[in-house]
């Protein structure tokens, strides 16, 4: 039986029981590289130029943590998901830079998803990737099928029940632990709502991010994250805020911090990889927008390697305490 | 008597302040770090203590800073508090109006926009130092002057020279430069504090409204001539508090007597014979899983006290002990 990597980086975090399904329905084994350690980051880095982006090292070290555990690697091209939308250039390249870095590495299985190039040759890509387990071109639309409607499932379970991509894995697999115990409002740490925006791959990669949801728990606040808005209610945000998207992921940062700033959070934390191009003009464009507006607080977190889990701590704590001072206060006028 | 001991152990300063019940200052102290936070925080309690009126009662410790959780666990905190908001909070205790903090320190210099009262954002630098008093600090050892001296020659300038200030190096270089073209020392320097203020408006304040009333603390406020760039680069005034280079700890103290103030917690504060007892601080290297965490410990007796740094909680129960980063916020 083939044994199917799939690296726990990058698109991993959106799409992982989509693969999954695809994989196993044409009976392939699907492993999945272990979280993210301070080791998968360092092998990562060590094989990249220096100016690589963060999210590229820890998807390269992932890869490099697969190479004997299994026969391919799957490694999607996403280009454009929606007309003339378009995907950062490390995307694009992602199977190319790997070969080159990874020279280890077991066969690369691409598929390259464009939208523009119309549906027939979606399909048609999405049997050539089908191809490399059997030549039953039905047996290949039927997995497509499958993985889909999988994919549409764990969209509406992030989306109903408010759960983060992880804890909906956890969920689909049987295994989702109790949620974070909600504490009692208490005068000192009041109830918040904070909305998280960025891409998955930095968003729930707990390493990355120091833990930030947690310690958002910690602070007695519930944390909402793009994923558990609907598709609609995000695109009528980045159409608002910004007209016509231009990048691929475009909902996770303008789409949702456009609706979190209309929709009661009590502050919103953007969080994205040092020197990330998209990023660096839709954080932006959110900043602004809370700055215009004065209702919702807004900070963003900057992650590379060199990134002090100190500054971090010291700024999210100071954050949440102007929140709560915020809060507070609020409720003294009222009374 | 009441009062509330508020302590900022920085990277190169540390400060104690202490407040009576109606949040007066009684006394204070500021001595330097170097890097021996322990020792400071032992020092600063004994100076403290020698200031005191007879009958005095701790009724409430704070601490913050880079070293808050350390000094948290050996004066035994009743709050340990970042130094972001124990700024702000200090600030709009004695000017209520203020719209802008610019904050300056040895190694961070913050930013807090105030608005109706209440801080609605702030910035920190980031990696970069630049800017910050260790900059100024190290060009004025390279010049064999104080930093006092600095300060006094810089505001003689007639004609400033500009310097390049994104980069210590590159300052460094470019005043080298200067120094060799020519130019003179006073100008140069006073080039250097107007480097300084312009990257601190162009990194930490980017996009930040920076309304009068703007109020400038932190240890760099000592610094005239920075205070004069300041105000010639936002052409308006910008307001130096008597007790600036202690607002952190005052802001800890005065937060520790809100929260005090409003329950019947007793004070943890362990006494002034801290400053006698012997801490031991180490670390070392975990080895339980990948990830390597150092994790840095105090111990008192071959007791541990404390240890924080690890990525999950597997050090950090120390049995007896009530302090830790992740649980101080509960």
Known sequence: MTTVGIPRALLYYQYYPMWKTFFEYLGAEVVVSPPTTRKTLAEGAARVVADTCLPVKVFVGHTVSLVEKCDRIFIPV?????????????????????????????????????????????????????????WNPLKVREAATAAWQAFLDYRELMYHRELTPPQAMEEITGKLPAGPEITPESPRVPRTTIGLIGHAYLLYDEHINYQIINRLHQYNAMVVTPEMLAGDT???????????????????VVGAGGHFLENNTDGIIGIMAF??????????????????????????????????????????????????????RGKAICV | MRTYLGIDVGSVTTKLALLDESDELISYVYLLTQGRPIDAVQQGLREIKEQLPPDVDISGVATTGSARYLAGVIVGADLVKNEITTHAVAALHYYPDVQTIIEIGGQDSKLTVVRDGIAID?????????????????????????????????????????????????????????????????????????????????????????????????????????????????????????????????????????????????????????????????????????????????????????????????WERVPGTQLHPSEESK
Request: hydrophobic share 40%; proline share 3%.
């Open chain 2, 122 to 314: 702030f910035a920190m630098n980031t990696v970069c130092a630049a800017g910050t008093g260790s900059f100024l600090d190290h060009q004025a050892l390279r010049l064999d002057m104080s930093i006092q001296e600095l300060s006094q020659q810089a505001l003689t300038s007639q004609a400033p020279v500009r310097i390049a200030g994104r980069c210590t190096v590159f300052a460094e270089s470019d005043m080298v430069h200067k120094q060799q073209m020519g130019y003179r020392v006073e100008d140069i320097l006073y080039g250097l504090c107007q480097a300084l203020v312009r990257n601190y408006l162009g990194n930490v304040g980017l996009g930040k409204e920076l309304e009068s009333p703007i109020i400038f603390q932190g240890g760099v406020a000592f610094n005239e001539a920075i205070v004069r760039a300041f105000r010639e680069e936002l052409d308006t005034d910008v307001i130096v508090p008597i007790h600036h280079e202690v607002m952190g700890a005052i802001g800890a103290a005065l937060m520790v007597h809100e929260e005090t103030a409003t329950s019947d917690i007793i004070s943890q504060f362990k006494g002034f014979e801290q400053s006698e007892v012997k801490y031991r601080a180490s670390s070392f290297e975990c080895k339980a899983c990948p990830n390597r965490c150092e994790v840095a410990e105090i111990s008192h007796d071959g007791q541990t006290l404390a240890r924080w740094g690890g990525r999950c909680d597997m």
């Open chain 1, 275 to 328: 020197g990330c191009g998209p990023d660096s003009l839709m954080m932006d464009m959110i900043h602004r927008q809370a700055t215009r507006q004065k209702t919702t607080p807004f900070m963003c977190l900057t992650l590379e390697e060199h990134t002090s889990e100190t500054g971090v701590i010291t700024r999210l704590e100071a954050f949440m305490d102007m929140i709560h001072r915020r809060k507070q």
């Open chain 1, 234 to 252: 995000i695109e009528a945000s980045v159409n608002k805020l910004a007209g016509q998207a231009y990048w691929t992921y475009e909902e996770e």
């Open chain 1, 78 to 134: 996403v280009r454009s998901l929606k007309s003339k939308t378009y995907n950062c250039s490390k995307f694009l390249g992602l199977p190319d830079m790997t070969r080159a870095v990874v020279p280890e590495a077991p066969l690369i299985l691409e598929i390259e998803i464009n939208i523009n190039l119309g549906k027939r040759r979606l399909y048609q890509d999405i049997y050539r990737l089908g191809r490399q387990f059997t």
